[in-house]
Structure formats: structure tokens, C-alpha cells
């Protein structure tokens, strides 16, 4: 007999109400994801968060009183076990996904995903994992870092095996890709991993991608 899918409570935050409806009607129809909440506003985002202690938060970065930026970092900073926080997002170029990013979200979905894209983004960042997109976290690292950063004392912390992971991570893999890539048990992969984080001080996956953009330990144009 097969297991119930786990059940992922969600907030969604955006200002225009059909998207919201569309979000919640996606969502709501997908066994073990379930809308628990909606906000209008940042402000309000920060206090349904707190209220309701989702597992993931849909989060418009563009709203009235307080932007999704400044909602995420809120969140991020007061609460015990905060939510991950996915930026839902017009453009995937624009300057505040960039700034939603390094302020904790674990990714970000353009509002033209497909339903299928939505679920999934829901699934990954709920069981842990981050949503990256390659191309785009370094086209927006390129637009939005120095030309020539100095290096980052932490990239002298990592021992081989930790850089390649970072650079894979960069590359989007999965931490089964990597331990195909690589040669390696899941679990070898995994310690790896949590080094990494802890050496460049990131919350998860993206964090880490985006110091090593920030931090020239990563060419932006490769």
C-alpha cells in the first residue's frame, strides 16, 4: 500500500486577487498541498506567516506597504523555523528576485509556469531542496555584483572536494546528480553539501550560489 503523499500548507502573498485565485485553485487540487492562507500585502504576509506557520510561502516581491524583499527578510529573521520562501515573479531579470534571493527565498517561478511547474516548485522547496535556475541566478549575478570582487575568505576553507560540489550546485544538480557526477554515496554528497553552507554562512543552496557569484569564486560568465 502506498504512502499519502505529506501535506505542504502553503501561503500565498500577491497584490492582484485573480492571481491568487489561480494559485489557490492550482494548489488546492493537488493531492497533499493545501492554501491555508492569502495576503494582499507584505505587511500582511509577515503577520499570516506568523500566524499560520506555513511550510511554503508564494510571495509576489511587488506589494503595497512592504515589498515581497523586505516580507521575506521579516519572516526570515523572526521566526524560529521560518517557511521557504519561493518569489513569484514576472520577470525573471528583474532587480528584486535578485534581492528576494540573497534575502533568504529559496528560488524563484515565473507567473507563466505551467500548473505542473507550480506543484513541483511547491515539492522541492518544501522537502528542503532549492529551486535554482542556472542561466538565470547568474545572468542576474552578472547585473547586480562587482566587476572584480576580492576574494572571499571562505573560498580558502573549502577543501577540493567542497569546490567542486559549489560549482555543481551552481550548475543546478540534484545531490543524486552529484553523487553520479562526482562518484560518491548520496550521503558523502550531502556532508559536502552542509559544509559548503556552513563555510560561506548560507541558509541553503541558492545562498551559497549566489556568494560564490558574489564573491568571484564563480565566473559569471561560464
Not at 111 to 128: Q, S, T, Y
Not at 185 to 192: A, D, F, I, R, S
Amino acid at each position: 500500500m502506498s504512502r499519502p503523499p505529506l501535506r505542504v500548507r502553503v501561503v500565498i502573498a500577491d497584490d492582484e486577487r485573480m492571481v491568487r485565485t489561480a494559485l489557490r485553485v492550482i494548489l488546492d487540487a493537488e493531492d497533499g498541498l493545501e492554501v491555508v492562507g492569502e495576503a494582499a500585502t507584505g505587511a500582511e504576509a509577515v503577520s499570516l506567516v506568523r500566524s499560520l506557520a506555513p511550510d511554503v510561502v508564494l510571495m509576489d516581491v511587488r506589494m503595497p506597504e512592504i515589498d515581497g524583499i523586505r516580507a521575506t527578510e521579516q519572516i526570515l529573521a523572526t521566526m524560529a523555523a521560518p517557511p521557504r520562501i519561493v518569489v513569484v515573479t514576472t520577470f525573471e531579470n528583474d532587480a528584486y528576485v535578485y534581492d528576494a534571493l540573497r534575502a533568504g527565498a529559496a528560488g524563484f517561478l515565473l507567473k507563466r509556469a505551467d500548473p505542473e511547474e507550480l506543484i513541483g516548485a511547491v515539492r522541492l522547496v518544501a522537502r528542503g531542496d532549492s529551486l535554482l535556475f542556472p542561466a538565470a541566478v547568474r545572468t542576474l549575478a552578472a547585473a547586480h555584483t562587482a566587476a572584480a570582487p576580492p576574494p572571499p575568505a571562505w573560498a580558502a576553507r573549502l577543501t577540493d572536494r567542497e569546490a567542486d560540489v559549489l560549482r555543481l550546485m551552481a550548475k543546478g544538480l540534484s545531490n543524486h546528480e552529484m553523487s553520479e557526477h562526482l562518484g560518491v554515496g548520496p550521503q558523502t554528497v550531502k556532508t559536502h553539501v552542509a559544509a559548503v553552507l556552513a563555510k560561506t554562512g548560507s541558509r541553503d543552496r541558492t545562498q551559497a550560489v549566489i556568494a560564490a557569484y558574489e564573491g568571484g569564486f564563480l565566473m559569471k560568465k561560464d
